[in-house]
């Protein structure tokens, strides 16, 4: 359907290179759409460029700190004079821990804020100015969690930077809209990736996680796909200020 064409479409993914972000670059590819794939590993940003090319796309890696606003000016100068344009966000680079709240340090509740948090807020500040100076709106989709609305023990500077992700996709998605750019939120639930790893492998985790999601299986990177595209095409062009949930029923268990 012409509404999921995205043909001159331009992507920027962040974290993109593995996980969910490579999951949903591989759907705005084969969609049509140019993506630049965002992360502060240059090795790996150009294995998932090579593997979009493979499929026909324009796609290039670009090297970016997310939580350093230089980096990401420096990033969005390559990619808009690389493509000549910018239509759609995806700020999904993330990193997380395990670690007491009472033996917390600075260090490590700073570490995943700085990422989780600061990173989305200044990828989608560098993004919807890129938008506005272009005048023709765009769409801008941050990944949370499930942690948005569950807190996870041993994880609470995790859990607080995805509560903060998703009321910074309310307000900017309220901000915004005058501009036409629309502002979602994709909230996974169990994804099988590097960062879930401990779990998968962890027998009493893993039957939990489970027992918990109506579907009993994981999710993979390839069904983030399928939303990226919805959710950077004209199918969801009335759509914003939304969470998406693809978590296999997880919270409507």
């Known amino acids: ?15 993109g290179n593995r996980g969910i972000g490579l999951g949903m670059a591989r759907g705005l590819a084969a969609a049509g759409a140019g993506v630049a794939i965002w992360s502060r590993n240059a090795e790996r940003n150009a294995a998932a460029a090579a593997e979009l090319q493979g499929i026909g796309a324009d796609a290039v890696g ?48 700073r570490l995943v804020i700085d990422v989780n948090l600061t990173g989305v807020f200044l990828t989608s500040q560098a993004a919807a100015q890129q938008m506005i100076r272009q005048g023709s709106g765009g ?21 607080a930077s995805k509560g ?27 994804v099988a990736t590097e960062m879930t ?15 918990r999601t109506p579907m009993r299986r994981w999710g993979t990177p390839d069904d983030f796909a399928g939303p990226a595209v919805f959710l950077a095409s004209e199918a969801s062009r009335f759509v914003t200020g939304a969470e998406l949930q693809v978590d296999g029923g997880f919270r409507a268990s």
Not at 3 to 10: G, R, S
Not at 197 to 211: F, H, P, R, S
């Open 164 to 190: 903060g992700v998703l009321q910074l996709a309310r307000a900017e998605a309220v901000r915004l809209a005058r501009y036409g750019i629309r502002v979602n939120v994709v909230s996974p639930g169990w």
């Open 139 to 159: 769409s801008m989709v941050f990944t949370a969690s499930l942690a948005a609305t569950f807190g996870i023990p041993q994880s609470p500077h995790y859990t």
């Open 1 to 15: 359907m012409d509404l999921f064409d995205l043909t001159d479409h331009v992507a920027i993914v962040t974290g």
């Open 197 to 211: 790893e401990g779990v998968q492998a962890y027998k009493k985790a893993n039957e939990l996680a489970m027992a």
């Open 62 to 109: 670009v090297e970016c700190d997310v939580s350093d606003a230089q980096s990401v000016g420096a990033a969005l100068d390559a990619t808009v004079d690389r493509f000549g344009k910018v239509d759609s966000l995806f700020a999904n680079a993330g990193t997380t821990g395990a670690v007491k709240f009472e033996e917390m340090t600075l260090e490590e509740w």
